[in-house]
């Protein structure tokens, strides 16, 4: 048992000095600060953590969105400049528009309106893709986004986030035209480490409810493979992000991820 204590003090002892303070600091104003503080300082901090993760992992992401290029627009004008028309959900600050195909017209819904400025900033590096909406609202109502309209819809470490999953899977199945592709990348619950899970089990209401928005130990992969909401297919695989030598070895606490495509 003490054996044990001490593993997971070595695991939590690097978080610790971080966590602690930010949660109090949190907590104190989400109780009394009102309702925009958190959005606001995931905004802010956020934005070089989700940089880094996308530096880091750049090459292998763009492997997966590379079967976009080949996907055909139901939309005639768009298909005859080889676009798409493309939601992501959850963007963020923006990091994913090197992944479209050029001339795609893109909207995005995402919950958090204090990372809009972040993300139009971004897209000016990106001027070949035309900004259709910045919606702000919740991908599990995505109301503001029609049935059958989009050809292919994104969402990368978001599905940790939202209240529910299948909901989400429901508005992005509607959205989707016959034959629209669903392209998904996110971290879950580790599949094979017991300790790592524990971890996760121990740091996910930290995670979520005060800090990040994020659950660390959700089945998102088994939610999507279950897939109630009727894809007509579902190509999955679960496979672990790298880790860096040192402090980076602090990321298996979220490398365990899924990446695939749905189609509608
Ligand atoms: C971890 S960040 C990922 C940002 C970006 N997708 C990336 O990979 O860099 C999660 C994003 O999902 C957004 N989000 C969380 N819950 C959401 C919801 N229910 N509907 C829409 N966006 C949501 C957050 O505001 C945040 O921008």
Not at 42 to 53: A, E, G, H, R
Not at 122 to 136: A, L, T
Request: proline share 5%; charged share 20%; with cysteine.
């Amino acid at each position: 048992m003490s054996n044990f204590l001490t593993e997971i003090f070595q695991v939590l002892q690097p978080w610790i000095p971080h966590l602690l303070p930010v949660s109090i600091v949190l907590f104190v104003f989400q109780k009394f600060g009102g309702s925009h503080i958190q959005p606001w300082f995931f905004s802010k901090v956020y934005s070089p953590l989700l940089s880094d993760y996308h530096v880091k992992y750049r090459s292998i992401k763009k492997e997966h969105f590379d079967s976009m290029k080949n996907h055909v627009s139901a939309d005639l004008a768009l298909r005859k400049k080889g676009a798409l028309r493309i939601l992501e959900i959850g963007p963020g600050p923006g990091y994913n528009f090197e992944f479209y195909p050029a001339n795609s017209e893109l909207t995005v819904v995402e919950v958090n309106p204090f990372f809009e400025e972040q993300f139009f900033k971004k897209q000016v590096e990106h001027p070949y893709i035309i900004m259709d909406r910045f919606v702000v609202g919740y991908a599990e109502n995505m109301k503001d986004v029609p049935d059958n309209s989009v050809d292919v819809v994104v969402s990368t470490i978001m599905l940790c986030s939202v209240r529910s999953i299948e909901g989400a899977l429901q508005e992005i199945r509607r959205v989707l035209v016959p034959g629209g592709k669903y392209y998904y990348w996110e971290h879950i619950r580790d599949y094979d480490n017991f300790w790592v899970r524990f971890v996760q089990n121990l740091l996910s209401y930290t995670t979520h409810d005060l800090v990040f928005g994020c659950r660390l130990n959700r089945k998102t992969d088994e939610v999507i493979k279950a897939n109630k909401c009727g894809f007509s297919s579902v190509e999955q695989k679960r496979f672990r992000t790298p880790l860096q030598p040192g402090f980076g070895q602090l990321r298996v606490i979220h490398s365990a991820h899924v990446k695939g495509i749905a189609t509608k």
